[in-house]
């Protein structure tokens, strides 16, 4: 037996070697066989997969299309509630029955406190309802998107369909009621609703300043006569500082920003660049309006300022003296025009010498004096007169001379800072 074996294995037959090798090509061909069938059956359940998710994903879609449609429609209906009662304000305001009474987007389109403007709105009995509405809406879109990991492109293809329902007017007071974000250094329930308003670029398109007219070019003549009365008011402040001399001088500019330019800070909207660079150009305002002042203080004392003009009275005329013994010197005009030719001039110089006599010691000379003109016969002024005059000049010079050598660089510093400080507060109100 062994032998039979050992020749088996030496000398195998080809037959037997023959159905080993076919057998070895249908093992091949099932193993492929059934990794094709896997690959098959993964196929199909990634298929099943996509399936199914597409299909959860038109769930989710169709609902939130189902739930954001309910919010618009609430919407729809609270924003013509608020259109009816601005509309009904603007009649009346045409009208006009009431000169006390008036409405709210005058109000708001005048200059008023930021936080005056917020309190408004805030509760307000037809505004605040619709307010509420339109931040669940932004809301939903925002954090209850159907999709994860969506764009903010995705969001406001929605959100942007509620935007161009709300006509221009209304997006004010959407700004100004989402402005006010901080209190006593915390946000308010505010902050999210500004936030909201930020990411979806709300007011890209809004007119702030003239919110019942849609044309913008309006705006900038808003923004220009705001400028020009900031600078106006102040330039008549700093007149009135000069023409005291007061450089304590604790008169209150109640000048204020307007609403308009509060939220066209804080949103980007058409006119925030425009008013960023406005409100960090005010020192500047305000040394110009201190230049103006200085520059009227002059034109309106050219005559007062001018020696040769203040004094021309006085120009050319011969200086005589009075001997101080009591006696009364009685001379003819020819007396005098024999006299004139030797006897000082009033000139410039004279003035000059005149005025610095009264700063030290009160009086112009330490001798009598009196001024005679011998081309007018019996032309005299007195010293007493010239005195007066002196005393006038000087004090407005004083005037001038500290306007000029920064005594009232405080004043202006406080202003400044004054400014710079709503600008701050602004700022916190931003998120």
């Not at 061909?29 to 099943?48: G, H």
């Not at 700004?175 to 609703?193: F, L, M, P, W």
């Not at 960090?280 to 003009?309: C, G, H």
Request: net charge negative.
């Amino acid at each position: 037996m062994r032998f039979i074996w050992e020749h088996y294995w030496l000398n195998p037959d080809p037959v037997v070697g023959l159905f080993t090798a076919f057998g070895a090509i249908v093992t091949a061909l099932a193993v492929t066989y059934s990794v094709k069938a896997v690959k098959e059956a993964q196929n199909n359940t990634r298929v099943a997969r996509e399936a199914l998710n597409k299909a959860t994903l038109n769930a989710k879609r169709d609902e939130f299309v189902r739930h954001f449609t309910m919010l618009l429609e609430q919407h729809n209906v609270q924003l013509a509630i608020v259109k009816r009662f601005l509309d009904d304000e603007y009649n009346a305001e045409i009208a006009k029955k009431d000169e006390e009474k008036k409405g709210l987007l005058p109000t708001l389109s005048r200059p008023v406190s930021h936080i005056d403007a917020f309190n408004l709105l805030r509760g307000h009995s037809v505004i605040s309802p619709y307010m509420r509405i339109l931040y669940h809406l932004l809301k939903y879109v925002a954090e209850d998107f159907y999709t994860e990991n969506a764009t903010l492109k995705q969001k406001k293809k929605y959100t942007s369909v509620v935007r161009s329902l709300i006509r221009n007017d209304v997006l004010f007071l959407v700004a100004v009621n989402a402005s006010y974000i901080r209190e006593n250094g915390k946000e308010t329930q505010y902050a999210a609703y500004q936030q909201y308003l930020h990411d979806f670029d709300f007011f890209e398109h809004a007119i702030f300043f003239c919110p019942n007219n849609t044309n913008g070019d309006k705006d900038e003549n808003v923004i220009s006569e705001w400028n020009e009365n900031f600078v106006k008011i102040y330039c008549e402040h700093f007149k009135n500082v000069i023409s005291q001399g007061d450089p304590d001088s604790t008169f209150d500019i109640t000048f204020s920003f307007p609403p308009a330019m509060v939220v066209s800070f804080i949103f980007n909207s058409p006119k925030h660049n425009a008013i960023v660079g406005l409100m960090s150009d005010l020192p500047d305002y305000i040394k110009k309006a201190f230049e103006d002042a200085k520059t009227a203080f002059v034109q309106e004392r050219a005559f007062f300022l001018n020696m040769e003009s203040f004094f021309n009275e006085y120009m050319g005329r011969s200086v005589f003296e009075i001997p101080d013994n009591g006696q009364t010197v009685v001379m003819c005009p020819e007396d005098y025009a024999n006299n004139y030719q030797d006897k000082p001039v009033v000139d410039v110089d004279f003035i000059q010498s005149a005025i610095n006599n009264l700063k030290k010691t009160g009086r112009i000379s330490d001798s009598h004096q009196f001024f005679y003109d011998h081309d007018k016969k019996g032309s005299q002024l007195t010293r007493l007169k010239l005195t007066d005059r002196c005393r006038e000049f000087a004090s407005l010079k004083k005037l001038w001379d500290k306007a000029n050598d920064g005594t009232y660089d405080p004043i202006q510093e406080k202003n400044i800072k004054r400014w710079q400080d709503l600008v701050g507060e602004i700022q916190l109100q931003q998120r």
